[in-house]
Every structure is written in structure tokens, then in C-alpha cells.
């Protein structure tokens, strides 16, 4: 079954010659070229004497914009600085918290280890 897939496939994949007037035919069935244009300089502009602020736009924008990627930048950064010290912050106080309590149960646990054990009534005897 595999090997009639093979031989169909080199059929129809095997390469073809083309008829001899193949090129002829190419080439009338493309459209005509288009006529060259012809570019024509304007020797005016370029005489004419640029402004001042033409001249110093594009590097006044950049200018700029970045004293404001500066300035952005800055603010961006200290307002994560100030919620990473809060968050520290908030931290210390859960820890410290944490801390008492531990220490109140350790108390707790020393005392009770400290205190004589409770005196039981001696067993009853089973008669029996």
C-alpha cells in the first residue's frame, strides 16, 4: 500500500519540461511597463535659510523628553521605595507581635513545668 503512495507521489512530482512557447506566453500576458518618471530637484527649498526653531525642535524635544523619563522615572521610584519600607514596616510589627505571644505561651509552659505536681488521695484497695 505504501510503496503505490511512494510511486504516485514520484509521478506527480517529477519534473516537467515546459512547451517552447512557454515564454512567449509569459511575457504577453504581462502587463506593458510603465513609462520612466522623471524626478525634477527644487533647488528653491534647499536655498532657503531654515529657522531657528526648526533647527532646534528635534533636539528640544529630546531634550524633553527626557527630563520627563527623568523626572517620571525618579517619582516611580520613590514611591516603590516608600511601600517597600511600609510593607517592612508592617512586617516588624507582625514579628514583634508574634514574639509576644510566643513568649507569654513559653511563660506559660515554664510555669507549669516549675509547679509541684497536684497531690492525689491514694488508690483504693480492692477488696475482693
Do not use: C
Not at 519534473?15 to 533647488?43: C, I
Not at 521610584?77 to 507582625?94: D, T, V
Amino acid at each position: 500500500m505504501s510503496q503505490d503512495i511512494e510511486n504516485e507521489l514520484r509521478r506527480a512530482l517529477r519534473p516537467v519540461e515546459p512547451a517552447a512557447d512557454f515564454t512567449a506566453r509569459v511575457m504577453r500576458a504581462l502587463p506593458p511597463r510603465p513609462a520612466r518618471a522623471e524626478v525634477v530637484l527644487l533647488e528653491a527649498r534647499s536655498r532657503a535659510k531654515p529657522s531657528p526653531w526648526s533647527r532646534l525642535s528635534t533636539p528640544a524635544a529630546l531634550a524633553a523628553s527626557l527630563l520627563v523619563a527623568i523626572v517620571i522615572g525618579r517619582q516611580v521610584a520613590l514611591e516603590h521605595e516608600e511601600r517597600r519600607q511600609l510593607a517592612g514596616i508592617e512586617a516588624s510589627r507582625k514579628l514583634m507581635q508574634a514574639l509576644r505571644v510566643t513568649s507569654q505561651k513559653l511563660d506559660l509552659a515554664y510555669e507549669a513545668v516549675q509547679r509541684p505536681p497536684p497531690a492525689t488521695p491514694p488508690a483504693e484497695e480492692n477488696r475482693s
